[in-house]
């Protein structure tokens, strides 16, 4: 079983931070571009937009739903907002098409890097985390299941 | 650049400087903040009269014999009388200090409708409550049997007064009521309210949280039965509420907490209360809080009432005209008599990314369901954007608000 590299999260994460300094603190700007990045992800059908699916923990509504391939975990998500739809598109682009063991050992070091507690406060950064914790929650459930 | 007249009759520069939380910057940007019926801003004076009082008067009220404990107890009760003054209140101890509005209305609920409330019975509150004046009776009613009967509101955001006086009936005891709507604005008509309450035998609670900053209150004249607010929307500071009863009213209702102030003897067979107001104050008040809130009574009191509602007036409608004016803005709450509140929806925009944005911009405003859910429900909608005007906003910080929302409105 081939195993991806870890480097492979810390490129996406290191990428995003590339991104988000081409901003250069410009607050609007870097929260219209997390909301572009939401909108470039398709919609959640709306039977996924169950209970089940739903993210405890966060302000806005927040559906994922898991999809697993081979040894690969995929995410899809939607949210009623655009900002938290943007920020779990992030959560995606960085850990969605990784093993469950990728995803519980990987250390989203971007959320600080691109400073996101002083971007979105702390209600919203607690939402995030909450984000967080549902992936890897999933992840350790599959590792389990196996 | 739209025509903008100011109001010569106000200074807002000199009112402005009177504010240490206005001067500063959010995310590099001026603040402006709109969120005022959530909690005011607080003026220099209250906030020396809150220090001062630690640094110099602190100890407790009504308790010691010393010197300090003498100049603490007669500022409070200098406090009281200024309240009394402020809302034109017939005697002293009809004023009751405690933590906010939502204690306020509780201790009408668990005093007065635990004591005089029975199975059939019926609570009569409006549509546009918040919900510090909807679950403590939804509670009540759990306690007692009795029924909450609700008046229901048009789309403009008023009350429905077609065919309510149907909704009085000799079962009515108690009708609950906002002055003005915290997310509406509304001023409702509590005057005939009242009249037509008394005539059914019922009491009224005046939920008055939001009127007590922007709106001249005599309740001899309303001839309210309680009346409830908050000194933080006022200017003063948070955990200080007063609840205003009739004497004669306050004197037939048990004590609703138990514990030290409210007593005059106890044994351990028996107890004795004290008299109005101490009756209703159980244990150590808030007490820098209530001393300092005197400070805020003076703030109001130097600038008027009347030259408040003519400069919120003055911001609602050029926010009004301007904001009906652009398409895709969906205004919530458009009644004839309202406080400075304006409350909008974008359709298609979720009220909790317009908030994020306009404070990315530093304008601070209120997004959600305002604490009214079943006003949301009402109107069919998951939250709103309110913008909620004080003494010291400008219309520049109006414009500005405006110009975002439009800029928001319109992308894409």
Redesign the interface.
């Known amino acids: 079983m081939k195993y991806p590299s870890p480097s492979t999260i810390e490129t996406r994460q290191d990428e995003i931070i590339q991104a988000f300094k081409l901003l250069e603190d410009d607050?609007?700007a870097m929260?219209?571009y997390i909301?572009e990045l939401g909108e470039q992800m398709p919609p959640l059908a709306n039977e996924h937009k169950t209970e089940a699916n739903l993210i405890k923990g966060c302000?806005?509504a927040v559906w994922l739903k898991p999809c697993q391939q081979g040894d690969r975990l995929f995410f899809e998500a939607d949210s009623?907002?655009?900002?938290?739809k943007g920020l779990i598109s992030l959560l995606i682009r960085i850990l969605s098409g990784e093993t469950a063991q990728a995803i519980l050992q990987s250390n989203l070091y971007f959320i600080q890097g691109i400073g996101m507690h002083q971007l979105?406060?702390s209600q919203?950064t607690g939402g995030l985390a909450s984000m967080l914790q549902q992936i890897k929650l999933i992840a350790a459930q599959q590792i389990k299941n196996a | 650049m739209m025509h903008i007249v100011k109001n010569k009759a106000f200074n807002i520069p000199t009112i402005r400087v009177q504010f240490p939380a206005l001067q500063q910057y959010i995310?590099?940007k001026p603040l402006i903040y709109l969120d005022n019926a959530a909690t005011t801003q607080k003026p220099q004076q209250v906030l020396d009269a809150l220090l001062s009082h630690y640094q110099f008067t602190n100890a407790n009220v009504h308790r010691g014999i010393h010197t300090l404990g003498d100049r603490a107890t007669s500022a409070l009760e200098a406090t009281r009388k200024s309240v009394q003054n402020l809302i034109h209140a017939a005697h002293t101890e009809e004023i009751i200090f405690t933590a906010g509005t939502t204690a306020s209305i509780n201790l009408v609920a668990n005093s007065y409708g635990q004591a005089f409330l029975q199975r059939g019975d019926e609570i009569l509150i409006s549509h546009m409550e918040h919900h510090a004046n909807i679950v403590p009776w939804q509670m009540l009613c759990q306690r007692t049997g009795a029924h909450l009967k609700v008046i229901p509101i048009t789309d403009t955001g008023e009350l429905l007064l077609e065919g309510w006086e149907q909704l009085f009936t000799p079962q009515t005891k108690i009708v609950a009521i906002a002055y003005a709507s915290n997310n509406l604005g509304t001023v409702n008509p509590i005057k005939e309210l009242i009249a037509k309450a008394h005539q059914q035998g019922a009491v009224v609670v005046i939920d008055a949280a939001q009127a007590i900053a922007h709106l001249p209150i005599d309740v001899q004249a309303l001839d309210c039965d309680f009346l409830a607010f908050s000194a933080h929307k006022a200017y003063g500071p948070t955990g200080v509420g007063i609840l205003y009863g009739k004497s004669e009213l306050l004197e037939r209702m048990p004590p609703y907490q138990g514990g030290g102030e409210m007593i005059r003897e106890v044994t351990l067979d028996q107890v004795i209360y004290n008299q109005l107001p101490y009756k209703f104050e159980a244990g150590t008040p808030n007490i820098a809080g209530i001393i300092a809130f005197q400070e805020a009574i003076n703030f109001i009191q130097a600038l008027g009432y009347e030259a408040i509602q003519q400069h919120e007036q003055q911001l609602l409608d050029y926010a009004h005209s301007q904001l009906s004016r652009l398409p895709g803005i969906q205004l919530i709450g458009t009644a004839p008599h309202k406080i400075g509140i304006v409350s909008l929806a974008i359709p298609g925009?979720?009220h909790?990314?317009i908030g994020?944005?306009l404070?990315?911009?530093g304008i601070a405003v209120r997004t959600g369901h305002g604490c009214a859910q079943p006003l949301m429900q009402r109107l069919n909608l998951?939250g709103i954007v309110r913008a909620s005007f004080a003494v010291y906003n400008t219309l520049e910080e109006v414009e500005q608000f405006m110009l975002t929302i439009q800029k928001l409105s319109q992308?894409k």
């Open positions: 607050r609007e929260l219209h909301m302000m806005s009623n907002t655009a900002i938290t979105i406060g919203r | 995310h590099g925009k979720h909790l990314d994020m944005l404070d990315a911009q998951e992308r």
